[in-house]
């Protein structure tokens, strides 16, 4: 075991964990932790755009923003915090420019800027241009980006380490995390004074999905195991747009830059569902419009898939704004876009829960908002919540630069004024015993049966539309599952890139999401944004205009209620 | 379909492998399956000790470049219509292989750190953006597209032999800010890359431009730097 010490440990490298990072490089002592090299983290399959209210190509405020922001999540938002997220968002994106970023560009040499779904002019009038872009790779720009200045600011990296444990001393301080190095097997001790979860999200456990493979909830998990709560883990974003059965994600910029949806009669059928936004509605209702025409016997041949329709654009705005979208369907389908309809599905894309935080990235215990010392997140990861129960496209990406440097900056502040805490005696047992258990297993169930019943059950019964008996079904599957697990068996015993005892590790942070995602489903009678019951149609703000939080207790799992912090925007009927 | 996927084998761990293998296995796949899904079924349903990198699985994070029937591939990126019913799968070549089709990446990263790959400018205004003009940003836009997966690199025969070359990739990210007209950086890394480890060593192969899963223009790149070198302006 190698012992470190630092004032902060960051875990994950993508958007969050970086612009964390940067906030505290040079001012103190940090590592970056992370299971991939940080320019391969998810941040990089973000496409279309970075929402922020410049008013560059038409005028437009942060408070529309902020209402949009606040409508679109089906007014679960709080409020309080997508106004910073709105506000915030205007100096970071220029933050990010100043940084390299390279941003398209305006004839008159200003960041270039476009439409997006949910995002409109005077508080919904029509759709509006506020998403800055760098053609459709938006995150490989933002995350080639931090990593550079990451490099520039000298980071100290753990690169390729997987992490297996958060430690709290006695009185729930946090002081550092487990690591196992993934070259060599060996657990590192990283002891300090605060950490921040920046681990993303986790659509694997989903079958279709646009995450990557490494989408796994690691840092969720854990603390989840230790008792600290997560928060809205039932609104699970799915994006209307997938390559139909690969799930790869064609950003929604193929949508605001003039694509169309449509039917097997080739109606453009969102203008019958959302009349004044029409395609651009918000991705929770696209995902429902395109199941409702699957279920009324308008999917493409029957099955279970709609046409993405470009052939109408213009060839430069293909090759110029979406070259890459337009790369995978040839890729991967055959299909050229710029003479053919794309067949997509919605796709398991963006978790809108995970763990609860103020809008300083300091993870929270309870409904009082009671911060655990020492222990942040930002990004994916956590909820803060400004995306209540649907996240508008280009947001996360906002998300993850304004909440990250926000989280860094409270960081900085609580490593000067804070002393390092113990660490719990023998920090690596628990983790120790958990790799032993599996590694000495000599027979028992390979990890792809497991994982991939959960992605079947949670793709049927737990994705765009749900009713209760479904969800109870699920539930016991994934507890049979979990029960699996127990048994879990692999064939690689080594010390060197043992990817197979990681898979299986990443599975048991997996069924412990799964599980947190639907003990919420079925505590919440309601339909809301991306959570649609079939048994509970109507949005329900006398009983649920709250968010929840998932406890697992030594008593069973709990779920508790947390009020919704509401500013500007009394809830509405939501409309477009 | 039913494929042979024939695979070089290390690993330090196990006897059987410490000295390169290369084993075969049958596997059934679909003609648009991706090489990664085929690697995936031998190692979620065979034999779970092979091991690659891989994280997004559709050719944007860069981590599962290996040669493929010769050739640098994504394996998330090429499909087994593509590569007939035998296929040969080894690790990249010119760096140290750790286990099976991983590579030691940190030379590859101390390569490209070399070139000092971020914005180098003082000038930041206090209030909006920097302006470019569309042109401007279109003069580096190909070399924004790099996603270190170190295809071209690996595939670059001088790299093979002359371990002091920063290789095509580190070039590439050079490049990118050298000719971005926001940065002030150039002559510092036109200084490096004039030095006995940068462009010179590059005998215009065009390996790299091949290689390159993002469709990256690398050897053009390179000589761009070269001319800039030579006729001391960056244009």
Redesign the interface.
């Known amino acids: 075991m190698a012992y470190h010490r630092f004032d902060a440990v960051i875990v994950g490298a993508g958007g969050a964990g970086l612009m964390a990072a940067i906030q505290l490089a040079g001012k103190a002592n940090i590592a970056v932790v992370s299971k ?2 940080p ?4 941040t ?2 973000a496409q279309g755009g970075i929402s922020a209210a410049l008013g560059n190509v038409e005028e437009d405020h942060w408070e529309w923003h902020m209402f949009d922001t606040v409508k679109g999540g089906d007014y679960l938002v709080d409020q309080d915090a997508a106004e910073i997220l709105a506000r915030e968002a205007i100096d970071a994106v ?1 933050e990010l ?4 970023l ?10 270039d800027q476009r439409r997006f779904g949910g995002h409109t002019r005077n508080y919904g009038e029509g759709p509006v241009r506020r998403a800055c872009y ?2 459709d ?1 938006t995150g ?2 933002i995350i ?1 980006t931090l990593y ?2 990451g ?2 600011h000298h980071v100290n990296f753990f690169d390729e380490h997987f992490l297996v444990d958060v430690l709290f001393t006695e009185d729930g301080i946090c002081c550092g995390v487990v690591t196992r190095e993934i ?1 060599t097997g060996e657990l590192h001790v990283l002891h300090a004074k605060a950490v921040l979860i920046a681990t993303g999200g986790f659509g694997r456990v989903f079958k279709i999905t646009s995450n ?3 989408g796994t909830g690691d840092g969720i998990a854990i603390p989840y195991r230790l008792g600290v709560p997560l928060m809205d883990m039932e609104f699970y974003q799915f994006h209307p747009t997938g390559l139909y059965k ?1 799930g ?1 994600l064609l950003s929604e910029a193929a949508r605001g830059e003039g694509g169309i949806l449509r039917n097997s009669e080739g109606e453009a059928f969102c203008a019958r569902y959302a009349p004044t936004l029409k395609d651009l509605a918000p991705r929770d209702m696209v995902s429902r419009f395109i199941y409702q025409e699957i279920k009324e016997g308008r999917g493409i041949d029957g099955k279970d898939y709609v046409h993405l329709d470009l052939t109408h654009l213009p060839e430069e705005v293909i090759d110029q704004k979406l070259p ?1 979208i337009t790369d ?1 369907a040839r ?4 299909v050229e876009p710029k003479k053919e309809p794309v067949p997509i599905q919605p796709t398991a894309h963006y978790a809108m829960g995970g763990l609860p935080t103020d809008v300083d990235g300091r993870v929270i215990r309870d409904e009082q908002a009671t911060p655990i010392p020492g222990f942040y997140s930002a990004g994916e990861s956590a909820c803060v919540s400004v995306h209540g129960a649907n996240r508008l496209g280009t947001n996360s990406l906002v998300d993850l630069v304004v909440f990250g440097r926000r989280a860094g900056r409270h960081m900085l502040k609580y490593i000067q004024e804070n002393s390092l805490p113990p660490l719990p005696r023998e920090p690596e047992l628990r983790a120790r015993a958990e790799i032993d258990a599996i590694l000495s297993r000599k027979s028992g169930i ?3 049966e497991i994982r991939m019943a959960m992605q079947e059950v949670m793709m049927d019964k737990v994705s765009v539309v749900r009713d209760g008996r479904g969800l109870a079904e699920a539930q016991e599957k994934i507890q049979g599952l979990k029960r699996d697990y127990a048994s879990v068996a ?3 015993r ?7 005892l990681l898979e299986a590790l990443e599975l048991g942070y997996m069924l412990d999401c799964a599980e947190a995602i639907i003990v919420g489903a079925i505590a919440r009678e309601e339909s809301r944004g991306a959570h649609y019951r079939t048994d509970f149609e109507q949005r329900d703000d006398k009983n649920w205009l709250a968010h929840t939080l998932v406890y697992r207790t030594s008593g069973g799992i709990q779920v508790r209620k947390k009020p919704v912090t509401i500013t500007k925007f009394e809830p509405k009927e939501r409309k477009y | 379909m039913q494929v042979t996927l024939r695979i070089k084998r290390f ?4 006897p059987e492998f410490q000295k390169p293998t290369y084993r075969e296995y049958q596997v059934e796949v679909e003609p ?1 399956d ?1 090489l990664l899904d085929a690697l995936n079924k031998v ?3 065979h ?3 092979l ?13 599962d470049a290996m040669r493929v029937n010769g050739r640098n591939r994504l394996a998330c ?1 090429v ?1 087994m219509s593509e590569l007939g019913t035998k296929v040969t799968v080894e690790p990249l070549i010119g760096f140290p292989v ?2 099976d089709l ?1 590579v030691d ?1 940190e030379p590859f ?1 101390e390569g490209y ?1 070399s070139v ?4 180098i ?1 003082d000038d ?1 205004p206090s209030a ?7 042109e ?2 279109a003069r ?2 190909d070399t ?5 997966c170190a295809s071209c690199t690996s595939s670059c025969p001088i790299t093979w032999t002359n371990k002091e070359f920063v290789g095509p990739a580190a070039i590439v990210n050079a490049h990118r ?1 050298i000719f ?1 007209s ?2 002030q950086g150039a002559a510092e890394r036109l200084r490096i890359l004039n030095q006995r480890s940068g462009v010179w060593r590059c005998r215009t192969v065009f390996n790299c431009t091949d290689a390159c899963p993002r469709g990256i223009e690398v050897t053009k790149a390179i000589e761009e730097v070269k001319r800039a070198l030579l006729f001391d302006e960056v244009q």
């Not at chain 1, 420019?97 to 390299?100: A, N, T």
């Not at chain 2, 000092?116 to 914005?119: D, N, R």
């Not at chain 2, 909006?128 to 569309?134: A, N, Y």
């Open positions: 991939l090299y320019p391969r983290s998810h990089g399959a220029l420019e100043h940084m390299g390279p941003f398209n560009r305006t004839p008159d040499g200003k960041i760098a053609a790779r490989h720009m080639q550079q200045q490099i520039k070259k990557a493979l490494a690969l790869i890459d995978f890729t991967y389908l055959g390979r990890p792809v692999i064939d690689d080594g010390q060197t890139f043992n990817t197979d | 690993n330090p761990d196990v648009n991706r190692k979620w349903h034999d779970g000790t091991t690659y990198r891989r994280s997004c699985a559709h050719g944007i994070c860069g981590s990126k499909l750790i286990k991983i990446m990263f750190k000092k790959p971020y914005l400018a930041a909006g953006e920097r302006l470019q003009s569309p401007e940003r580096y836009d924004t597209k790099c996603i270190l800010f971005d926001r940065d």
